[in-house]
């Protein structure tokens, strides 16, 4: 993670020294670099512009759903089960209730944890008895930058973050989060290659 995190700093710092060089090209090579137009696809906004709602928007329609949570009062059997059929690493979960207020996460790890290292029983434990309590839960909001989600993640060594609007948005996971810094920076690179391949000398 920290070779990714230098990675993106060389090429900003290669970006700037290109700037001083020609000072005289500076808004073609913002423009290269995807700086300077305003109807750049996401893809191609640049790190220090990406969020996590435009990390959340490649995930598309299914990026939020009740399949994306559970209640502390189901059986961890059926979390689990409801996790593995739709190939996701951890649900939030919610008090019981109408209002939807978070109680916690449940992640693979937790259960792991409680539930196969203890030798319980899934089919009757309740979600609420193992999940990760809201109080240690670490959430974003969708206009978090997604070098600061992926700081986060790292600092606090998970891989899901529950994106919170007042209510639930998604989920990204640092999957989702390394794709986005890869493409961007597959990006950033390509558009200095073409830089430096160009005809500003």
């Not at 020609?22 to 696809?41: A, K, Q």
């Not at 790190?47 to 399949?67: F, Q």
């Not at 019981?96 to 539930?115: C, N, S, V």
């Not at 030798?119 to 193992?130: A, D, F, L, P, Q």
């Amino acid at each position: 993670m920290e070779g990714l995190v230098r990675g993106i700093r060389s090429c900003q710092e290669t970006l700037r020294v290109a700037i001083l060089k020609h000072p005289s090209e500076r808004r073609n090579i913002l423009s290269r670099s995807g700086r300077v137009t305003s109807s750049i696809p996401v893809r191609e906004k640049g790190l220090e512009n990406l969020t996590v709602a435009d990390v959340l928007m490649t995930k598309g329609e299914e990026k939020i759903g009740s399949w994306l949570w559970c209640h502390t009062t189901d059986s961890v059997h059926d979390a689990v089960k409801n996790m593995a059929n739709n190939n996701i690493g951890s649900l939030v979960v919610l008090k019981p209730g109408e209002q939807g207020l978070i109680a916690g996460i449940l992640t693979e790890r937790d259960y792991m944890r409680k539930i196969i290292a203890q030798e319980r029983s899934s089919k009757y434990t309740r979600v609420g008895e193992i999940m990760t309590d809201e109080n240690k839960l670490v959430t974003v909001t969708s206009d978090t930058n997604i070098l600061q989600a992926m700081q986060l993640m790292t600092d606090h060594h998970i891989r899901h973050v529950p994106v919170i609007d007042g209510k639930i948005v998604g989920i990204v996971s640092i999957v989702d989060v390394v794709r986005a810094v890869v493409e961007q920076q597959g990006g950033e690179l390509k558009r200095l290659n073409e830089f430096i391949k160009g005809d500003y000398y």
